[in-house]
């Protein structure tokens, strides 16, 4: 049973290799997928899921939620439903680890998931490369500049990295942490999925 | 034409990856070839030439040298060499480059051929699996402890960390780098040249 966990730099193509990669494996493929569900079992909004996971913020809030005690009750409203979050989340991925052969991006799965001794990939690219791709899928109700593009990358790289800390010692991005770090930069990424298939493959007969 | 340089931790297999990945792709192989060859033109001892590779101190060392005037004519002695050897150094990486189709282990070819745009692999691993497969290739005359192993292992990437550096702007480990970063740890090398060398053929289709 083979779990793949797909951690990466914001705008350097991971969730579409985590996306491939599933699909090249013939595995189950989880993103946005865990948010949803965690919003219907504990009915609440998924985009509100959402901005409460992957974000560091929520954990330590109480502290910075001000002083009045109205404040301070909805403050521990708010992190007890975090909690809650949290702890679903936690079981959901244990859910999808248990049936194997899945994808999961984010989600601080790998660590989560640490003891199913997931394959841990990470992937990254340089800043040009990451503002050009991020440019190039802009909504239509979005209008960044480059420059607020670089801006917006590196706060989601920085909350991705700070909510990942509060689980694992290691540092987010630290090589050390996983077992292969691919550099999309100025790569067309659906042509280097059967070699990072491959390299799986063989990682796991080595378990 | 192809040029793939192989950055590595000491013990974590990154000599092997490099001599298997020429074999499976029919390239040539450049590793201590390097320094036999500088030797040779420069009348110099291999050996000599092989401690002043891959070590920076030897660019620093009038500083530290002694203070008496005999002590500074020998240091600068020794520095003229010093730079002998890298000037031929540099001189025989180019002229391995131009021929194309190579592996190259080490000797900071990753940076000295930066403008040749060759794939840079870096090869690591966790410490008890260098510590280990250091152990398992001592030579007969060597006599290591576990903890003496460890001691030697932190001692030569120091060194390569040091030596990088003087070239490069980056940190010589740093993922930023590199093209592809392989965590060996648990695995065989032999089972993962194939997909490796997939990785790098897809990656030199994009360029």
């Known amino acids: 049973m083979s ?15 985590g996306k491939r990669l599933s699909d090249e494996l013939g595995y189950s493929y989880y993103d946005r997928e865990i948010e949803t569900e965690i919003a219907e079992k504990l009915s609440m909004d998924e985009n509100y899921v959402a901005d409460n996971l992957e974000r560091s913020s929520f954990l330590a809030m109480p502290i910075h939620y001000g002083s009045t005690l109205s404040g301070w009750n909805s403050a521990w409203v708010m992190q007890k439903q975090q909690m809650e979050i949290l702890q679903e989340k936690t079981k959901i991925l244990k859910d999808i680890a248990a049936k194997g052969d899945c994808v999961i991006v984010g989600r601080a799965a790998d660590v989560l998931l640490e003891e199913n001794n997931p394959f841990k990939l990470f992937v990254y690219a340089d800043m040009d490369s990451r503002v050009k791709r991020c440019m190039g899928r802009m909504s239509d109700d ?45 790569c067309e990424i659906k042509t280097l999925i059967p070699a990072i298939a491959a390299y799986i493959k063989a990682w796991e007969e080595n378990q």
Chains 1, 2 share one sequence.
């Open 142 to 186: 979005e209008s960044y500049t480059e420059k607020e593009m670089e801006k917006k990358i590196r706060q989601v790289d920085k909350e991705r990295k700070n909510y990942h800390e509060l689980f694992a010692d290691g540092t987010w991005g630290d090589k050390a942490r996983y077992h292969l770090c691919v550099n999309t930069t100025g």
């Open 3 to 17: 779990i793949i966990t797909v951690s990466r730099e914001f705008g350097s193509g991971g969730r579409e290799i």
